[in-house]
């Protein structure tokens, strides 16, 4: 239910900020989101989760995608260990990204939190995904080093999301 829930909302507002947008040439729109895309992308952010603020927009929209997206037990049917893995980012010091992981054994009585730091300065904020077909989750790598940042159940859709709004934080985060 608050896949759906998530998704509708999500589409609502791409779909309004698609009708806003101003016509882009296809040199502008090669080179990635053109500036007008990215200000009614962070727009629709703000309105949706009711802020003037682009960062508490962002982080509260990567947070509920996290929480939507999350790889749960429920998901791995026949395999040994099933776990639920609960993602969560905040802002830490100036260009860093704090990201807690938090695993559950299927009986939620085993839980394992992890936080890690990410620096972000210096670094490209466009962060990368893999959907194995053979598999039942996406990998989101650290745009840092490539390594794999966080795991998700496995949607197409909800990966490119969380991408675009984890890339759109990174280059706020990177601004100080």
Same mark, same amino acid.
């Given at each position: ?18 009708? @806003? *947008?101003?016509? +882009?040439?296809? !040199?502008?729109?090669?080179?990635? =989101?053109?500036?007008?895309?990215? $200000? ?32 749960? @037990? *429920?998901?791995? +049917?026949?395999? !040994?260990?099933?776990?639920?893995? =609960?993602?969560?980012?905040?802002? $830490? ?84």
């Amino acid at each position: 239910m608050q896949l759906r829930l998530t998704r509708k909302l999500i589409s609502a507002a791409l779909l309004t900020s698609a009708i @806003a *947008a101003s016509p +882009v040439s296809a !040199a502008e729109s090669g080179a990635g =989101l053109s500036s007008a895309e990215q $200000g009614n992308y962070l727009l629709e952010l703000k309105r949706l989760y009711l802020t003037e603020n682009e960062r508490q927009a962002l982080l509260a929209h990567c947070n509920d995608l996290l929480k939507t997206y999350a790889l749960r @037990a *429920a998901y791995q +049917v026949g395999q !040994a260990q099933r776990q639920d893995r =609960l993602y969560q980012v905040r802002e $830490g010091a100036p260009g860093e990204l704090l990201l807690r992981e938090e695993i559950r054994g299927q009986q939620g009585t085993d839980i394992a939190v992890r936080n890690q730091r990410v620096a972000l300065f210096g670094v490209d904020p466009f962060v990368r995904y893999e959907c194995p077909s053979s598999g039942i989750s996406c990998v989101l790598h650290n745009p840092n080093d490539g390594s794999p940042l966080l795991t998700i159940v496995r949607d197409h859709q909800g990966a490119a999301e969380l991408a675009k709004a984890l890339s759109f934080l990174i280059r706020n985060l990177q601004k100080g």
